[in-house]
């Protein structure tokens, strides 16, 4: 048996690659940019642009994989404001080129097309925790292109007969992610003040909100219980079902250092539209594969200080 993660350069990819080896025991193959850099050895590496309809559909026929994971993506919600142009390309159109060449091939192989809690957007107060079939209201380029991602390939998983599983995936963490996120870039903080690279005061955003964080290391054995016991044209939230004040995540990060360290508001960091807690409903992924979020916060934020502590 053989599996391909598409896009795999990004926080998730290795992470993804590890858990496909120990619970589904296959091969692993894996897609990057030509110009991204995948520091792992132990990996099959292909280089594609889902932007080149031809070279996903030569890739997948050549490789017949039995699992596809369709993680590629401008992931950022920043970036999508700046570059909306790309954003739609690269998710909408590029995920399409997905679609259509897996739609080609002359087998059905079983895949996961990676969404966003994003996608529900402006949740209205006492709509939480959120089901799947909640009003889908994005709030951003990013979040919109998600959507309609997942409107497409539900669509083409009823009029083909694919075997598509769509999944909305809440805040993961863990550690080597990029510090635009928020646990990243508490611990990074924290880490530079450690060090007496940076002075000893904390910048942060809005703390009340509230958000459903998973450990990235919990999240990749979700996505292989769903690519095997998901069934197809479903969507599945993914997310750990509790959601957490930023402040709370900020007093666990501060508790786990030494150093003396005070807290400030950046204007800059505080988001005009915050919606005030996120929460996923996570039974309808727990009947379909009994999957649990296992690692504890205060484990990921050890984890992810650390990880900051050998890379500074
Ligand atoms: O944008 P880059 O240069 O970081 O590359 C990203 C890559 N990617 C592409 N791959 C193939 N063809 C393209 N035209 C293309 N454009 C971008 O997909 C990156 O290496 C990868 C996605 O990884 P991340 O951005 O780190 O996302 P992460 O955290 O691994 O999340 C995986 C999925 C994404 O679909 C998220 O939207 C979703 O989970 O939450």
């Given at each position: 048996?053989?599996?391909?993660?598409?896009?795999?350069?990004?926080?998730?990819?290795?992470?993804?690659?590890?858990?496909?080896?120990?619970?589904?025991?296959?091969?692993?193959?894996?897609?990057?940019?030509?110009?991204?850099?995948?520091?792992?050895?132990?990996?099959?590496?292909?280089?594609?642009?889902?932007?080149?309809?031809?070279?996903?559909?030569?890739?997948?026929?050549?490789?017949?994989?039995?699992?596809?994971?369709?993680?590629?993506?401008q992931?950022?919600?920043?970036?999508?404001?700046?570059?909306?142009?790309?954003?739609?390309?690269?998710?909408?159109?590029?995920?399409?080129?997905?679609?259509?060449?897996?739609?080609?091939?002359?087998?059905?192989?079983?895949?996961?097309?990676?969404?966003?809690?994003?996608?529900?957007?402006?949740?209205?107060?006492?709509?939480?925790?959120?089901?799947e079939?909640?009003?889908?209201?994005?709030?951003?380029?990013?979040?919109?292109?998600?959507?309609?991602?997942?409107?497409?390939?539900?669509?083409?998983?009823?009029?083909?007969?694919?075997?598509?599983?769509?999944?909305?995936?809440?805040?993961?963490?863990?550690?080597?992610?990029?510090?635009?996120?928020?646990?990243?870039?508490?611990?990074?903080?924290?880490?530079?003040?450690?060090?007496?690279?940076?002075?000893?005061?904390?910048?942060?955003?809005?703390?009340?909100?509230?958000?459903?964080?998973?450990d990235?290391?919990?999240?990749?054995?979700?996505?292989?219980r769903?690519?095997?016991f998901?069934?197809?044209?479903?969507?599945y939230?993914?997310?750990?079902?509790?959601?957490?004040?930023?402040?709370e995540?900020?007093d666990?990060?501060?508790?786990?250092?030494?150093?003396?360290?005070?807290?400030?508001?950046?204007?800059?960091?505080?988001?005009?539209?915050?919606?005030?807690i996120?929460?996923?409903?996570?039974?309808?992924i727990?009947?379909?594969?009994?999957?649990?979020?296992?690692?504890?916060?205060?484990?990921?934020?050890?984890?992810?200080?650390?990880?900051?502590?050998?890379?500074?």
């Open positions: 048996m053989k599996a391909m993660i598409i896009g795999a350069a990004g926080f998730v990819g290795g992470y993804l690659a590890d858990a496909i080896r120990q619970d589904l025991l296959c091969e692993v193959v894996v897609t990057k940019l030509p110009h991204e850099q995948l520091s792992r050895t132990d990996l099959d590496v292909k280089n594609l642009d889902i932007l080149n309809p031809i070279a996903i559909f030569e890739l997948l026929k050549e490789e017949r994989p039995d699992y596809i994971f369709h993680l590629a993506a992931s950022s919600i920043g970036y999508s404001w700046k570059n909306p142009s790309l954003t739609v390309d690269v998710n909408v159109k590029g995920s399409l080129n997905v679609l259509n060449a897996i739609r080609q091939l002359d087998y059905s192989p079983r895949v996961l097309v990676i969404g966003s809690g994003e996608e529900y957007g402006h949740i209205k107060p006492g709509h939480v925790p959120i089901p079939t909640e009003f889908l209201d994005p709030g951003n380029i990013y979040a919109a292109t998600k959507v309609c991602q997942n409107m497409m390939a539900t669509i083409y998983s009823q009029a083909y007969g694919l075997q598509l599983i769509m999944v909305r995936a809440f805040n993961h963490v863990g550690p080597h992610q990029a510090e635009i996120f928020v646990v990243s870039d508490f611990c990074k903080q924290v880490v530079m003040i450690e060090k007496g690279l940076q002075e000893p005061v904390m910048r942060v955003g809005n703390l009340a909100a509230k958000r459903d964080f998973t990235v290391r919990d999240v990749v054995h979700a996505y292989t769903l690519v095997q998901g069934v197809p044209g479903e969507t939230n993914v997310g750990s079902g509790h959601a957490v004040a930023i402040q995540i900020l666990t990060i501060v508790a786990q250092s030494d150093a003396k360290i005070t807290v400030e508001t950046d204007p800059a960091k505080l988001r005009p539209v915050d919606v005030p996120i929460e996923a409903d996570t039974h309808k727990y009947d379909a594969t009994g999957w649990v979020p296992r690692i504890p916060l205060a484990q990921t934020i050890a984890d992810t200080l650390d990880a900051w502590r050998a890379v500074l």
